[in-house]
């Protein structure tokens, strides 16, 4: 079974009252790409549709999963700081972003 | 040992309990500081924007919104101080109050006193164990509320929702509005009855509000053709590294599911929302009396009618002392906002009362309506019964509950299960695994689940740096030496 | 369960241990294994104590604290003992794991114990004689040579010694595991028990003691107090005066890491213990004290994590951005000479103890060495007089 939809995932075309803030660039995995001010780093990460955002030291893929920072599943390596919660740390201009591995290797 | 910052009032959280905390205290003339995890006041319910979203137009925000965003502006504009992105991390009682350190991102922490502490520290959804439910795409309706209405973010293409209670309407109606594509949605309970109805009604008095937001809710579903399945539960999420598909089926009056009632969705967002449950880190490291009721969240808070909590000078209001909802939380927060007002020596006793009326009044009105929603949406006990042997349980160690069953067959102690097997030693400190520990301990020694003591609360309450933590100013407590002269 | 709620399973035994923590749990085991009758009663839960609460490092190199002391031929010669001993405890975790049948968690990573100033770096070395003629395998690492092999280490370390066999176990399993085995060797367990009195009679067929408890009344031809912390309020329940007191224990948890570095490190002037353990969490500790309160046990002192974290801070720097997710505290038990308190009382006969600062390392040699000498009094070696029952006269 295929999931299939008309709907593009990731940022929403119908911003229904709300102006995204501005346009800045950050690196995600080694490739640099467009943000907003506001967004998650975890929004930035699941922009393309890949909801993985770590393997944890059993190998298993997470994701978001309480999005308010208080289950620690969607952590990160931010800025060379591992473990870092994806969902309450907000996207800077510049900012390195990698999906981590175990306990913190990219 | 404070950094020298003092408060009258310190207020906890900067959701709706909060902010009527904190202006009740400030409009008294009380020094108030009132802090918040997030980038903005307003808390879960009325999430406000990421900072940096601008808003063109606040009619499509909803009334809820509009209504949250008022308050906000009140709270910015009155004499409150705030400090946003900033937890309270540990607190430690003083003999005229409280000390409470604080970490602002990852800046070092500091520490403030306190005469008297208002928690308002609200709730988070209610965590349920079910095989993939550790998979990216599978989130909680409060995860998933974020993403979309404070950056206008939807992961995924197709979604189930699944839960129970008044948000399973409310909230795949919602997102249906921003273009969702649900397949289904699942309510755990029964779709609600003639006399469920006439007796909700009979609650109702004054509270219509509610009732219409109800009977829009179901009309939004109607007119995106969301199909709603009442007496459904999630039985698994399935799929290679994500949600690929999501089996669900139906349940007997305890929430058990029915063998050969089980349906295979294609889907790769599963949002999870079978109510919320009270935060309560804070709660339980001061050191507050517990009760239990499962309709209002699990453990709740014991409280006056003052909502003075069993420790000194600590107060607790809103969802954070059992889940009743935004409305009721605002008119706690008064009260309790009133209370420390009135022990603090800056208001007699009888014009206290006088003030709280009616927003005790209120409280109770809408009691009456949480209580008759409760028993319509009531949690069944089968909720802790959907893992399977190998269901990661707690999800930061990546403890199975087979891992967990072999260490409970020996012990009714919470706190050996953790020593033996780490569940609940990982960053998130059990929070959505204890719960689920706490049944299954309870089925094992057939104990009821009020009853079993959770493990330990340590400080600090959330994770931070040791570099924040750190103070060369500490004095070392010198060596371990004898006591002079001789033993 | 931990009220004081449960019932006596029997109301004799020949002998009665009090304290479910490790050197309680050793004893029964060793007890029970030689057919012996044990009961042992635990007023909690087995190992909920310091036995469970502490870091589970192996203390090989001798501590500053007893160091203290030194000057004296009799400071030299007890030291002498104690890294004696040192090494025959440590041979014992060797095998402890086979012995079990059970992954006690023991890993060998090698300690370093460093000095800031240029009097901690003579302590060093005073500290590396002592241990060298004991038959401890340390060495004085300095300068250049330390940056290469510890290059976590700070930059302003003067120096540092190297014990090879320094390691740890995990805490959470080994009195458990050998509660396990003494119950299968035959050993009662009583959990949610506490002793509230001890009654000496003329030795009767009944036994020497009768042991008032919250689950009721015990006959017993032995006691033996393990009660760790506690161990002074139940000597005195025979009359006898403990030199014991009991200190914090502060221990701080963080974020698992990548693997960062092996060894443990402790600091020989002040109050630091660190390790990064198999799962990558860094347990840090020291002895950093505790609070009081009435309604929580032992709460945690931010004063004391922060204080602590200097310390580690200013040995390792790198660990600045490692968050701390847990703190967890204890109490834990300190004699006032440091000499272990081992052996039969003279003055109350059938009154026994095995007592001990930095009871994780010691409690399965001293326990065993008890249990061999209970068992046969004549061709077991005694116990030094300095770790006498009654060395302190009331």
Redesign the interface.
Known sequence: ????????????T?????????RIRVTVDGREQDA?????V??VM??D?D???RS???G??????????????CLAIVDD???TRT??T?AKDGMVIQRQC????P | MHDGERYAVLVVGGGPAGMSAAMTAADAGLRTLLVDERPTLGGQVFKQPGLGFAVTDGRPLGAQWRYGHRMVQRAEGSAVMTAMRTAVIDVEEQRDGWNAVLATDDAHTRTVFASRVILCPGAHDRPIVFPGWTLPGVITAGGLQSLVKTQRFMPGRRMVFAGSGPVALAFPAQLAEFGADIVVALEAGPAPNAADVARLAGAAAGNLDLLIDAARYRAGLLRHRVPLRYRRIIVRAEGDRRVERVVHAAVDADWRPIAGTEETVAADLLCIGYGFAPSLELLRLIGAGFDDDEALGGPTVRRDRWCRTTAARIYAAGDGTGVEGSKVAIDEGVVAGLAAVMDEGSLPEEKAVAAAAPALRRIRRRRALARATARMYHVGRGIYGLADESTVVCRCEEVTAGDLAHVIATTDDISVVKALTRAGMGPCQGRYCSRHISAMIGREHDIALATIAPSTPRMPVRPVPIAAIADRAVTDPGLFTAPSGNP | MTGYDATLPRSEADVVIVGGGIAGCALAYHLAMAGTDVLLLERGSINREASGTNAGSFHLQLAIHQLSGKGTAADHDRLLADARLSLEADRLWDKLSGELDGDLGVHRTGGWMVAETEDQLRTLYEKHELEEQAGIETEVVTGAALRSRAPYLAGNLLGATYCPAEGHANPLVVAPLYAKRAQEAGATIATGVEVTGIDRQPDSAGGRFVIRTSGGDLRAHRVVNCAGAWSGRLADMVGLRFPVRSEGLHVNVSERRPRMFEPMIQHIGRRLTLKQTEVGTFIIGGGWPTGTSTHRRYPTLWSSAAGNLAVALDVVPTLADVRIVRTWSGVIVFTDDFSPIVGESEQVPGFFACVASTGFTFSPLLARQLAERMLDPATASGFPQRYSLDRVSH
């Open positions: 079974m295929k999931a299939r939809s008309r709907r593009t995932p990731g940022r929403l119908e911003l229904a009252g709300l102006q995204r803030g501005p907003y001010v506001g967004e998650s975890a929004a699941m922009a549709d909801l993985e955002l944890t030291i059993g298993a893929a997470r994701g978001v999963f309480c999005g308010m920072g208080a289950c620690f599943d700081v591992p473990n969902c309450v907000w175990g306990a913190g290797e």
